[in-house]
Structures are given as C-alpha cells and as structure tokens.
C-alpha cells in the first residue's frame, strides 16, 4: 500500500487458482495485470487511464498472440499464429472492418 493506505501492488490468486499481480497507479487505476489463465498460460494486459485495455499479451491454442485495442477498447491490430503455426497479423479499423496478412504465395 501507499502511504495513502491505497493498495499500488496487489498479489493474489484468480478464480483458476492461478497467480495474479495488479500494479495500481497512485490514484489506484489499473495499470498493468499479470494473469495465469486455466490452460496454464501467462498473460499481460496495459490498462489506459480510463480503466479500458490498451495491450493484450497472451496466447491461443497456436502460440502467442498480441492484441493492440484503441482508446474506446476496440481490437484494431493483432499478431497471432495460425494454426499450423505460421504468423499472421490483423489490422481493423474501429468499426471492425480490416485485412489480415498471411504468409504465402
């Protein structure tokens, strides 16, 4: 806690028994959280002042997976694998219109 008795790190265990850390700002807003997921992988979400995802670090049954979210929490760009393990990036705009770029010919 902060000298404010506010807590700015916040240790615990989710709802899958998993660990949980969640760093705070001194205002006490979400700023960062270190998750473990069932499935037994970690993931790492930035929070914007305004509480919403900004950053989403985690992974799908195909690897790692990164999600870039706008001001208004809306995914606009995402970095995965497929599933036969190849790389794919997806860029959308707000409205959820966009291109997903896969290698191949």
């Known amino acids: 806690t902060n000298d404010a008795g506010d807590f700015v790190v916040y240790l615990d265990a989710n709802d899958g028994g998993g660990g949980l850390v969640m760093k705070h700002s001194a205002e006490g807003k979400t700023l960062v959280t270190l998750n473990s997921t ?7 979400t930035t929070y914007q002042p305004n509480g919403k ?3 989403d670090l985690s992974a799908n049954d195909s690897g790692g997976k990164i999600e870039v979210l706008n001001k208004t929490g809306e995914g606009i760009v995402t970095m995965s694998a497929d599933e036969y393990g190849n790389g794919r990036v997806s860029a959308y705009n707000r409205k959820g219109r966009g291109r997903t770029l896969e290698p191949g010919p």
């Open 53 to 55: 995802e900004l950053v």
């Open 38 to 44: 069932v499935g037994g992988t970690g993931t790492v």
